[in-house]
């Protein structure tokens, strides 16, 4: 239980590191919107935040994940970054970003990252993986349009 509020405090600390970073640098460089907009960079800011809580519990051995998981997952969170962006800067259809959210979730339930309900079939369990990590997406692109922190 220790592990787990210290891994949450970790991610708490490095998120708010990650945006006042990413906030300066959008301020400085002009990358904001307009000038009382918030800054376009800050779904970066958390996905950089997750990656480095998951690199802490990986190299502290509060988790353990295989080279393939481990892989997998920073892969696919440098594709929602660069989707992201893509997003930000060039107004990308919904169609398209839907596509790529599912080509992510499918990229982890094919590496082995899937739920494991045992009384369902492995298929409705990558199904599940799918559905569930395009919702979480959305949630955080939901939270990035009603105020610009994500």
């Not at 220790?2 to 490095?14: G, P, Q, R």
């Not at 906030?23 to 997750?50: I, M, T």
């Not at 169609?95 to 009384?119: D, P």
């Not at 599940?128 to 990035?144: H, K, R």
Request: proline share 1%; charged share 15%.
């Amino acid at each position: 239980m220790k592990l787990n509020i210290l891994a949450f405090i970790f991610a708490v600390c490095v998120c708010l590191i990650f945006l006042v970073v990413i906030k300066f640098l959008a301020d400085r460089f002009n990358l904001a919107k307009r000038k009382n907009e918030p800054s376009r960079l800050g779904g970066a800011a958390f996905v950089l935040a997750f990656l480095a809580v998951i690199f802490f519990l990986q190299f502290s051995r509060i988790i353990f994940l295989s080279a393939a998981d481990y892989k997998a997952i920073v892969f696919g969170s440098l594709i929602i970054i660069l989707i992201g962006l893509a997003d930000d800067f060039k107004n990308l259809t919904s169609y398209s970003k839907l596509f790529f959210q599912i080509c992510i979730g499918m990229l982890l339930a094919f590496t082995g990252i899937h739920t494991k309900i045992y009384f369902l079939p492995v298929w409705i369990n990558i199904l599940l993986t799918v559905f569930w990590i395009v919702a979480i997406i959305n949630a955080f692109n939901l939270l990035d349009i009603l105020d610009g922190l994500a």
